[in-house]
T-cell receptor
Framework: SQTIHQWPATLVQPVGSPLSLECTVE??????LYWYRQAAGRGLQLLFYSVGIGQISSEVPQNLSASRPQDRQFILSSKKLLLSDSGFYLC?????????????FGEGSRLTVL | GNSVTQMEGPVTLSEEAFLTINCTYTATGYPSLFWYVQYPGEGLQLLLKATKADDKGSNKGFEATYRKETTSFHLEKGSVQVSDSAVYFC????????????FGDGTTLTVKP
């Protein structure tokens, strides 16, 4: 069966520090991968998606970047965090050839920037 | 572009009450529609889905029918339980743009014993 894991689960970082959130998927090949951010009491905002290794599409201009160094690994990064980067970050995957299929989410990573 | 509008919360109900959370959408083509649920401190998980008009998705006593004529996908449950307390998200996924999903803002449901 397929599984998705992301880490760390909780992170408290000072303003200006770097960030690295990692996400891995097991049990499937060539998934579509996504990073979402959920602000408190709000819906989900798509940050990045990837349809293959090294292929990253950004949805909104921001202080963050994403990379996909391996087929089932997706990394969210920042060189210098801002207060506004605080939030709940969710990694998700979907079957590449089933564009009407559902998303499978990781457990989430809560980032607090102080 | 695509958009999803769902009933604002929070919603507070007593156990065994009837639940309706409204969801309407705007999309081109023929999207698939979903309801996801998020329990406190967790990621989202699929509750139910429908991939074409007039389909009914159902799971754990929840139901939603894909109504193309009213562009709606309302979530219903006949008798809620305390364990149903969570945030519910309506979403759609089109068949273009790498299948990107569009989410509503979520509706927080609290069920009291």
């Amino acid at each position: 069966s397929q599984t998705i894991h992301q880490w760390p689960a909780t992170l408290v970082q000072p303003v200006g520090s770097p960030l690295s959130l990692e996400c891995t998927v097991e049990g499937t090949s060539n998934p579509n991968l996504y990073w979402y951010r959920q602000a408190a009491g709000r819906g989900l905002q798509l940050l990045f998606y990837s349809v293959g290794i090294g292929q990253i599409s950004s949805e909104v201009p921001q202080n963050l970047s994403a990379s996909r160094p391996q087929d089932r690994q997706f990394i969210l990064s920042s060189k210098k965090l801002l207060l506004s980067d605080s939030g709940f970050y969710l990694c998700a995957w979907s079957v590449a050839q089933a564009n009407t299929g559902e998303l499978f989410f990781g457990e989430g990573s809560r980032l607090t920037v102080l | 572009g695509n958009s999803v509008t769902q009933m604002e919360g929070p919603v507070t109900l007593s156990e065994e009450a009837f639940l309706t959370i409204n969801c309407t959408y705007t999309a081109t083509g023929y999207p698939s529609l979903f309801w996801y649920v998020q329990y406190p401190g967790e990621g989202l998980q699929l509750l139910l889905k429908a991939t074409k008009a007039d389909d009914k998705g159902s799971n754990k006593g929840f139901e939603a029918t894909y109504r193309k004529e009213t562009t709606s996908f309302h979530l219903e449950k006949g008798s809620v339980q305390v364990s149903d307390s969570a945030v519910y998200f309506c979403a759609l996924r089109g068949n273009t743009n790498a299948g990107k999903s569009t989410f509503g803002d979520g509706t927080t449901l609290t069920v009291k014993p």
